[in-house]
């Protein structure tokens, strides 16, 4: 079982744990971290990702459509036409992994949202 922080380089994990922290955004860094990748290692965390997790509940959270959900459980264009997609689940595969999200301060506001 690959996690994400095992696929990308430590670095580009402890920068996108400050920049939850610091609300401030790496997408470039995290891009660039996703390309680098090596397909196969990506292609298996994130379909251990989705089996652990029920992808269509995770399609919908992150905003991903049906079709392109389908296309990267079966490892078709990663880091291609699904680019955006990729970059979303690898994320919050990384929030989990390292625990970010208990570190992002939400909104007053936003209290009442559903997450």
Known sequence: MLKM?????????????????AQTEHTDELIDGIMNASEGDLKTAIHHFLSQNDAVEVAHALDI?????????????LKKENLAD???I??????????????????????????
């Open 5 to 21: 922080m095992d696929v990308l380089e430590q670095n580009l994990v402890q920068n996108f744990i400050t920049s939850l922290s």
């Open 86 to 88: 990729t970059a979303k």
């Open 65 to 77: 459509q049906q079709d392109h959900i389908q296309a990267i459980q079966t490892g078709l264009s």
């Open 90 to 115: 690898v994320a919050l595969c990384l929030a989990l992994e390292t625990n970010s999200l208990d570190h992002v301060e939400i909104a007053e506001s936003l209290q009442d949202y559903p997450m």
